[in-house]
């Protein structure tokens, strides 16, 4: 019988039931610092990402219909479309951040979150 994670052969395969790589424990509590970084993160996110990327996404739409290339729905008109890209520049917004909340963890220094990610590895809980 092979040890969990060990295929026969010898290949390494991951624990189906452990953390993979990126994934954290539901058990992590963040400390303090985190959790301020996080906010950070969140907040410049919002202002400095998601908020333009949505406007320019809102308004290029809203040019491509009133140029004809984009159709308006017929009772609602062309709100579903520049909703949708703004929820697509929301999301891209937050996406385009990821990197840098990633940079600003990692220069923590006493943060088993900013460790693991320096690290590139999982985080065990305590």
Not at 33 to 60: D, H, I
Not at 80 to 98: D, E, R, T
Request: glycine share 12%.
């Amino acid at each position: 019988m092979e040890p969990p994670g060990q295929v026969r052969g010898g290949a390494h395969r991951p624990d189906p039931g452990g953390p993979r790589q990126g994934q954290f424990s539901h058990s992590y509590v963040p400390t303090e610092e985190e959790k301020r970084v996080f906010e950070e993160c969140n907040t410049e996110s919002l202002w400095y990402r998601s908020l333009p990327f949505s406007a320019v996404g809102m308004l290029v739409t809203q040019i491509l219909i009133k140029k004809g290339i984009l159709t308006t729905h017929s009772k609602f008109g062309s709100l579903p479309k520049v909703l949708f890209a703004g929820f697509c520049g929301y999301i891209g917004g937050k996406f385009s951040y990821m990197k840098a909340c990633q940079e600003k963890l990692k220069r923590l220094e006493n943060s088993p979150l900013g460790e693991a990610l320096r690290k590139n590895k999982p985080i065990q809980p305590e």
